[in-house]
T-cell receptor
Framework: AQKVTQAQTEISVVEKEDVTLDCVYETRDTTYYLFWYKQPPSGELVFLIRRNSFDEQNEISGRYSWNFQKSTSSFNFTITASQVVDSAVYFC?????????????FGTGTRLTVIP | GAVVSQHPSRVICKSGTSVKIECRSLDFQATTMFWYRQFPKQSLMLMATSNEGSKATYEQGVEKDKFLINHASLTLSTLTVTSAHPEDSSFYICSPYRGRNTEAFFGQGTRLTVV
């Protein structure tokens, strides 16, 4: 069965600090997809990244970067030079090819608060 | 990204009444729709999967007679919470399936409060 663990329930940082959100996953499937979503107070889910299991390259997008390591089943997300607008709940999610690839299993989320 | 329209965004209803939530995929046809539920300060959990023209598949612990799903067309799926109770108060969000090699798209969500 699949499982996504976000051990950090809440994190607070001061603006301009870097912060890393951890995500550890479990799956028996060899083909799977990992996602990160941002959920601001309004509730909508903002897509950040999708990575398939065969692509272990790290990715950087502006102040965001992701470190995918299959050896440790982790897909960590780092925000550099954090800003107040980054305050939100961040979800890591997993989907497995055998279940259709877009049925997502979410972690419990990490609430990030950036203090001005 | 795909355009998904979900409404209402917020609804308050009395206990015992029914509430219908609509989810439309505006720029693509969705043969499959996922419905998720998120209780306050919790994660999103898949409730059910609907396929156009057939019965929905419900996850364990989700009452199919309480959460009626209709996926009558490729662009519209509805979730009706019947005989709502305060414990049904939650954030409901839809996700139409666009294809294996795409991100998952979500509606804006519906915050239901049953009083």
């Amino acid at each position: 069965a699949q499982k996504v663990t976000q051990a950090q329930t809440e994190i607070s940082v001061v603006e301009k600090e870097d912060v890393t959100l951890d995500c550890v996953y479990e799956t028996r499937d060899t083909t799977y997809y990992l996602f990160w979503y941002k959920q601001p107070p309004s509730g909508e889910l903002v897509f950040l990244i999708r990575r398939n299991s065969f692509d272990e390259q790290n990715e950087i997008s502006g102040r965001y970067s992701w470190n995918f390591q299959k050896s440790t089943s982790s897909f960590n997300f780092t925000i550099t030079a954090s800003q107040v607008v980054d305050s939100a709940v961040y979800f890591c999610a997993l989907s497995e090819a055998r279940t259709g690839a877009n049925n997502l299993f979410f972690g419990t989320g990490t609430r990030l608060t950036v203090i001005p | 990204g795909a355009v998904v329209s979900q409404h209402p965004s917020r609804v308050i209803c009395k206990s015992g009444t029914s509430v219908k939530i609509e989810c439309r995929s505006l720029d693509f046809q969705a043969t499959t729709m996922f419905w998720y539920r998120q209780f306050p300060k919790q994660s999103l959990m898949l409730m059910a999967t609907s396929n156009e023209g057939s019965k929905a598949t419900y996850e364990q612990g989700v009452e199919k007679d309480k959460f009626l799903i209709n996926h009558a067309s490729l662009t519209l799926s509805t979730l009706t919470v019947t005989s709502a109770h305060p414990e049904d108060s939650s954030f409901y969000i839809c996700s139409p399936y666009r294809g294996r090699n795409t991100e998952a798209f979500f509606g804006q969500g519906t915050r239901l409060t049953v009083v």
